[in-house]
């Protein structure tokens, strides 16, 4: 604060327009950061509740028919998302029926859920539970987990990026206030 006063008035109008401006711009970036997360996080929920319903309805078949070949296969196109850590199919009594563990041989099951159709976020995963009808009647279950890496890649993009924008535009506007203060400070002194 003491260095502060001792600044001539025209340092003092160019620290207060640059500070305003690296403020707002702070504020603005953290919302921006902050939707990107908010964003990046619902989108892919909504893809992996899309994904299993998909899933679900192309492995009724294979459960109705014990076909665990027919259930893997199905499973296995998940490879082509890295997001996808794990996904299983259960029969109707929560019995592990078929399963994918990204990217080896599958090691662990899913938590069997019974029911409707539920998803939610835990911590670094998204979790989703789809039942696999046949004709109405509930046959068995997907069950689906999800990591977060896409939107944790997505989000550090955009928090690198708001530092970059902040810091060109705070020396922008560094430069341009030191010009325009001449405008305030010449008349006043």
């Not at 964003?39 to 893809?47: I, T, Y």
């Not at 509740?49 to 893997?72: E, G, T």
């Not at 490879?79 to 009594?93: E, G």
């Not at 029911?115 to 046959?139: F, K, M, Q, R, W």
Request: glycine share 6%; charged share 15%.
């Amino acid at each position: 604060m003491l260095r502060l006063k001792r600044l001539s008035l025209a340092q003092k109008l160019v620290a207060l327009s640059t500070a305003t401006s690296i403020i707002a711009l702070l504020i603005a970036s953290i919302a921006w950061v902050v939707d990107t997360w908010v964003s990046g996080r619902d989108s892919l929920q909504q893809e992996v509740q899309s994904l299993s319903k998909l899933i679900a309805d192309r492995s009724n078949a294979a459960l109705a028919f014990s076909d665990v070949q027919l259930a893997n296969q199905n499973l296995d196109t998940l490879s082509a998302l890295p997001n996808i850590v794990t996904a299983c199919i259960y029969d109707k009594n929560g019995n592990l029926f078929a399963g994918y563990y990204r990217g080896k041989a599958f090691t662990r099951e899913c938590e069997f859920q019974a029911g409707l159709a539920t998803s939610y976020i835990d911590g670094n995963a998204i979790h989703h539970y789809e039942p696999i009808l046949v004709d109405g009647d509930i046959i068995g279950g997907l069950s689906v987990h999800s990591d977060l890496s896409r939107v944790y890649r997505r989000l550090s993009h955009a928090a690198v990026s708001a530092l970059l924008i902040v810091f060109l535009a705070g020396l922008i506007a560094y430069v341009v206030s030191s010009r325009l203060q001449r405008v305030i400070s010449e008349p006043v002194l």
